[in-house]
C-alpha cells in the first residue's frame, strides 16, 4: 500500500526529522583510544604518550594511557578499556609472545589493536596478521649505532684488534637482538675481529640492570685496551658507561652509542664534562607516539586500517648537533 502524504503534513514530517537528527549523531560513542606501555617509568614512553596526547587534542577524542609492567596488568587494562567503552588501543606489550593473548582480548571486546615499538607474535614467533605495527627498523639503525663507533674508532687511531665490543644484550625481545646484531655486523664488516664481541645478557630492560650485566662483562675481559658499547637502547648503554666508570674505564678507552635520544641522553650529553656516552641515534617517539593514535583514530572513525607494517628511521646525534637535529625532527 502507498500512502499519498498530505501537502500540510510534509513540512510536519520534515521538523519531527530534524528533531531526530541529535539523537542519531549522539548514538554514535565518542571515541575513546587506550594506550598501553611495558615501562612507563622510561622518557622514550612518556614522549610517545605526549605526542599521542597531542593527537587527541588535534582530532578531538580520549586517550587513556595505562602502563602495563606484566600480563597480568596488561590483560586486567583490556578489560579495563572495554568497561570504559574504548574503541580500541595501541601497545607495547611487556612481552611480544603474549601476542595471541592480546589478540583474543580485542576480539573479545571488539577493540581493534595497534602494536607500537615491540612486534606481537604468536606462538611460533611469527607476526600476528591483523595487528598493525608501527617500529623501528632495528638492524639498520644498529649499523647507524656501528657506523657511528667505527667512525670515532679512527678519529681515535685505534687498533679494532685491541678493542673490546661490548653487547648489552636483550636478545629475547626480536628488535632488540636485530638492533644490536646490526652494529656488530658493521663493525666485523670493517674488521673487528669476532671473538672481541662480549655479549652481557640483561635481564631486565633497564640501566640497572645493564650496569650489572656490563660489569660482569668488564671484568672477565680485562684483556682489551679499548671499548665500545652498544644496546637496545640508551638505558642499555648508559649501564655499560656507568659500569666502566665504576673501573675506572672512561670516555678515553670508551665509546658507547645508544638508541633513543630521549631525556635518558639529553642528560648526558648536557653534563658539562663529556661522558663516554658519545652518542645515540636519535628515533621518534613523535611518529611513534603521534601516528599510531591518529592511526587508530582514522580505523575507527572511517574503517581505514593503517597498513601492516610502518618501519621509522633515525639519525645520529651528538653533543654537538642535538639541539639543530631535534628541532629538525620537530620535537
Ligand atoms: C623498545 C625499547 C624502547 C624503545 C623502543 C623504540 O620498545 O624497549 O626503549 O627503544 O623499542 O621503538
Redesign the pocket.
Known amino acids: 500500500m502507498k500512502i499519498k502524504l498530505q501537502q500540510w503534513a510534509k513540512p510536519l514530517l520534515a521538523s519531527a526529522l530534524l528533531a531526530l537528527l541529535p539523537l542519531a549523531s549522539h548514538a554514535a560513542d565518542p571515541v575513546k583510544i587506550g594506550f598501553l606501555v611495558k ?1 612507563a617509568e ?1 622518557p ?1 614512553f612518556q614522549d610517545e604518550w605526549k605526542y599521542a596526547e597531542q593527537a587527541a587534542k588535534d582530532k578531538g577524542f580520549t586517550l587513556v594511557k595505562i602502563g602495563i609492567p606484566n600480563g597480568e596488568k596488561m590483560m586486567a587494562a583490556i578489560d579495563n578499556l572495554a568497561t570504559q567503552k574504548a574503541q580500541g588501543f595501541v601497545i ?1 606489550a611487556p612481552d611480544v609472545k603474549l601476542g595471541a593473548a592480546v589478540a583474543r582480548a580485542a576480539k573479545r571486546h571488539d577493540l581493534k589493536v595497534i602494536s607500537v ?2 612486534q606481537l607474535v604468536d606462538g611460533a614467533g611469527k607476526p600476528i596478521a591483523g595487528i598493525p605495527h608501527m ?2 627498523s632495528g638492524y639498520e639503525i644498529g649499523k647507524q649505532v656501528g657506523l657511528g663507533l667505527l667512525e670515532e674508532i679512527k678519529k681515535r687511531g685505534w687498533n679494532l684488534n685491541e678493542v673490546g665490543a661490548l653487547r648489552v644484550a636483550f636478545d629475547q625481545l626480536p ?1 632488540g637482538r636485530e638492533r644490536t646484531i646490526g652494529a656488530v655486523d658493521a663493525l666485523k664488516a670493517a674488521g673487528l675481529p669476532a671473538d672481541n664481541v662480549i655479549a652481557a645478557p640483561q635481564a631486565k ?1 633497564d640501566t640497572e640492570n645493564a650496569f650489572n650485566a656490563a660489569n660482569i662483562a668488564f671484568t672477565k675481559n680485562p684483556k682489551f685496551k679499548h671499548w665500545v658499547a652498544m644496546g ?2 640508551d ?1 642499555a648503554v648508559l649501564g655499560a658507561v656507568r659500569a666502566g666508570e665504576g673501573r675506572g674505564i672512561r670516555k678515553d678507552e670508551l665509546i658507547a652509542i645508544g ?2 635520544g630521549s631525556q635518558t641522553a639529553l642528560n648526558e650529553f648536557t653534563k658539562p664534562a663529556p661522558t663516554a656516552f658519545f652518542g645515540t641515534v636519535l ?1 621518534s617517539p613523535k611518529r ?1 607516539g603521534y601516528e599510531t593514535a591518529a592511526n587508530m583514530y582514522s580505523w575507527i572513525t572511517t574503517s581505514q586500517a593503517p597498513p601492516a607494517v610502518t618501519l621509522t628511521s633515525g639519525t645520529l646525534m651528538t653533543r654537538q648537533n642535538q639541539t639543530e637535529l631535534r628541532k629538525q625532527m620537530g620535537l
Do not use: A, K, L, P
Open positions: 615501562q622510561e622514550w607495547c615499538d615491540d617500529g623501528i628488535t630492560t637496545m637502547n638505558e638508541i633513543g628515533i611513534h
